[in-house]
């Protein structure tokens, strides 16, 4: 008998392997190997080889990547009423302009998380500063007592004056215990990167009030980096102006403006609302929305029919519609046809 080498036994080796896996009756028509049988011995690295050779194919599997995309929505008529009783048949979902099925559906009932977060600078002698604050012991007024709350300040850093607690009064107290502004700087793309990226590893419906002046005099980051930003994020913002009423007084001026049209983005973005009141009296009704946006709001979920890992940006639209796919038409107690806004993030 010839002696084989290292590179036929191996060859050999494969080759029987490869007969087996074809055929598939040799193996189980030859039962259980006895234990006692001897086994060939091939020199060097071709014993291993064959053992790798020898082992049983792993099964076959089939894998299919799903991903849930979930939106909270909320719709009014164009007094503001939340719309309620709405079911699924109501809501067409599009993305990029394609409807899509929605694969959940359930009106929000969890108690609500919500980051204020509050512009305390020391810019125009500390007066918004102060009145942020009081506006935002106001807020705290409108929260249900299981409802999570937490108080983060900025100026020329996000600060977190308060973790979340169910506790309002503890919050109520952090608030009154506030010192003077530090500095006259806002870094208000910074501070809500940062709390977004915090709220992230919190979980359920969550929201962050801002409470501003909407200016931003440094930063690291840019204002197209907050508002990509925003688009990823499932938080929604709502943003309060505490300087309209000044800036009317003096005429206005394109800065004030900008920093207005910064704070509506935000919140259009994510499908939030924007309010400038002009008097102390707006506030309990703007703060009373808040909590009533909050809890009117549905949650959706859809699939997207066409999963494609592009990095690019989906427009998203929600319409109301009747179970015929006909729009949804709303009257007022008095007949009247009212129109409907319906608040969700954009992408």
Known sequence: MRILNTKRAVALV????ALMMETGSLAVSAGPRSQSAPQAELPGGAQELAMEVGQKPRESTISVE???V?????VTDQDGRVLSGLKRENFRVLDNGKPQAITHFAPASAPITIAMLMEYSGSAYNYF???AASWGSSFLNHLDPLDWVALVTYDIKPTIQQDFTRNKAQVQETLGSLSYPQFREAN??????????????????????LISTGANTMSAGTLDDT?????????TVFSVGVAESEHLATGGTIGYLQAKNQLQTFAKLSGGSAWFPRFEAEIPDIFKSVAAFLRGQYSIGFSPQHLAHDGKYH?????MVQPDGNPLIVSDPKGKRRKLIVYTREG
């Open 315 to 319: 427009k998203l639209r929600v319409e």
């Open 70 to 74: 979930n939106l909270d929505v909320l």
């Open 188 to 209: 208000m793309y910074d501070a809500i990167v940062d709390t977004l990226d915090r709220l992230d590893r919190v979980k359920g419906k969550k929201a962050v009030v």
């Open 66 to 68: 799903t991903a849930l």
């Open 14 to 17: 494969v080759a029987l392997r």
């Open 227 to 235: 508002l990509r930003r925003i688009r990823q994020s499932d938080v």
């Open 129 to 131: 500063a102060y009145k």
